[in-house]
């Protein structure tokens, strides 16, 4: 059974940073491109990073280009965000997925992505 289970969401002044992980198991890790993905209230799930299976290759939607990292550990089936420079926009429930890397698609694509976690809150104060 894969699990895939976010951490690190916080509450946060403008201006600061956090650091989100996403731990998953169940699968082969290194076989799945991990994306974060966020939702604010009354919003789609937006894109928001995502990296090859082997770390390699990474790409970021222009709001966060900059200030976000995305990043993996294989040996520990983990996947990071690193959020600096927070802003109020930032604000949102962030999500982990996992797509099957043999599947030819774009990665800013949410329904496109094999397993997802449960989310966690990110806040951001002006």
């Known amino acids: 059974q894969v699990q895939v289970v976010e951490s690190g969401g916080g509450l946060v002044q403008a201006g600061g940073s956090l650091r989100l992980s996403c731990a998953a198991s169940?699968?082969?890790?290194?076989?799945?491109?991990m994306a974060w993905f966020r939702q604010a209230p009354g919003d789609e799930r937006q894109f928001v990073a995502a990296?090859?299976?082997?770390?390699?290759?990474?790409h970021y939607a222009d709001s966060v280009k900059g200030r976000f990292t995305i990043s993996r550990d294989n040996a520990k089936n983990a996947a990071y965000l690193q959020m600096n420079s927070l802003k109020p926009e930032d604000t949102a429930v962030y999500y982990c997925?996992?797509?099957?890397?043999?599947?030819?698609?774009?990665?800013?694509?949410?329904?496109?992505?094999?397993?997802w976690g449960q989310g966690t809150q990110v806040t951001v104060s002006s």
């Open positions: 997925a996992a797509v099957d890397r043999t599947k030819i698609v774009l990665p800013t694509l949410a329904d496109k992505y094999d397993y």
């Open positions: 169940g699968l082969t890790f290194s076989n799945y491109r």
């Open positions: 990296i090859s299976g082997s770390g390699y290759a990474t």
